[in-house]
């Protein structure tokens, strides 16, 4: 139906794509972002994998574009939500969600290599499966300011979107059709993601 009704205005199917699949790629990492739920880098990987299929010029350009800056700007928002959570005396939703995803565990690593590395260590946090939350959380409990957050978030995010990108590029290379390129994206992503939980567990000794 689509490509029908681009075809009638002249507009090819590839455009029609990029017109909507850009906005929603950017409005759902931007969700993913505030809601630690979705799973965004398996987002940017499928989108990769539709990029590297098509023949518009810029294609993978403007995923990387869109998936690091909605990104950077929900990370920015998050952690602003976190900050007047934590000036509030009640607290705030987002300040619970962040503690809830934060293990004592790995807040206690996490504010480690925040004093031993400063802000570089938000590059890793982003790069490392579940480590966005303490990280980020060790930031608000040091009472780091936004401006300094977001100047250590922005290489961070670049560095998160060309590496889920590669893997999107990776699973368009190997399969001559997208849809099976995006199948071994999503299904590599989602395994990198479960990979530290499953650890934990198989480290966790018998009781």
């Given at each position: 139906?689509?490509?029908?009704?681009?075809?009638?205005?002249?507009?090819?199917?590839?455009?029609?794509?990029?017109?909507?699949?850009?906005?929603?790629?950017?409005?759902?990492?931007?969700?993913?972002?505030?809601?630690?739920?979705?799973?965004?880098?398996?987002?940017?990987?499928?989108?990769?994998?539709?990029?590297?299929?098509?023949?518009a010029p810029f294609a993978?350009?403007?995923?990387?574009?869109?998936?690091?800056?909605?990104?950077?700007?929900?990370?920015?928002?998050?952690?602003?939500?976190?900050?007047?959570?934590?000036?509030?005396?009640?607290?705030?939703?987002?300040?619970?969600?962040?503690?809830?995803?934060?293990?004592?565990?790995?807040?206690?690593?996490?504010?480690?290599?925040?004093?031993?590395?400063?802000?570089?260590?938000?590059?890793?946090?982003?790069?490392?499966?579940?480590?966005?939350?303490?990280?980020?959380?060790?930031?608000?409990?040091?009472?780091?300011?936004?401006?300094?957050?977001?100047?250590?978030?922005?290489?961070?995010?670049?560095?998160?979107?060309?590496?889920?990108?590669?893997?999107?590029?990776?699973?368009?290379?190997?399969?001559?059709?997208?849809?099976?390129?995006?199948?071994?994206?999503?299904?590599?992503?989602?395994?990198?993601?479960?990979?530290?939980?499953?650890?934990?567990?198989?480290?966790?000794?018998?009781?």
């Amino acid at each position: 139906m689509i490509s029908l009704s681009a075809a009638a205005t002249g507009v090819s199917p590839e455009s029609t794509q990029q017109a909507i699949g850009y906005p929603t790629l950017f409005l759902l990492v931007l969700l993913g972002a505030l809601v630690p739920v979705v799973p965004t880098g398996a987002l940017v990987s499928s989108a990769a994998v539709v990029a590297f299929h098509q023949t518009a010029p810029f294609a993978l350009l403007m995923v990387f574009a869109v998936g690091s800056l909605a990104a950077f700007l929900g990370d920015v928002a998050l952690y602003w939500l976190g900050q007047r959570g934590m000036r509030s005396k009640n607290g705030s939703r987002w300040l619970a969600t962040l503690r809830d995803r934060a293990p004592e565990e790995r807040l206690g690593q996490a504010q480690e290599k925040l004093n031993d590395h400063g802000i570089a260590v938000l590059v890793l946090s982003r790069l490392v499966p579940a480590g966005r939350i303490p990280v980020m959380l060790a930031c608000l409990l040091a009472k780091m300011p936004l401006r300094t957050f977001a100047r250590g978030d922005v290489p961070a995010c670049l560095a998160w979107a060309v590496t889920y990108q590669l893997i999107g590029i990776l699973g368009g290379s190997l399969f001559s059709e997208p849809w099976e390129g995006v199948v071994a994206a999503v299904a590599v992503t989602l395994a990198i993601s479960a990979a530290p939980s499953l650890w934990r567990r198989v480290r966790k000794p018998a009781t």
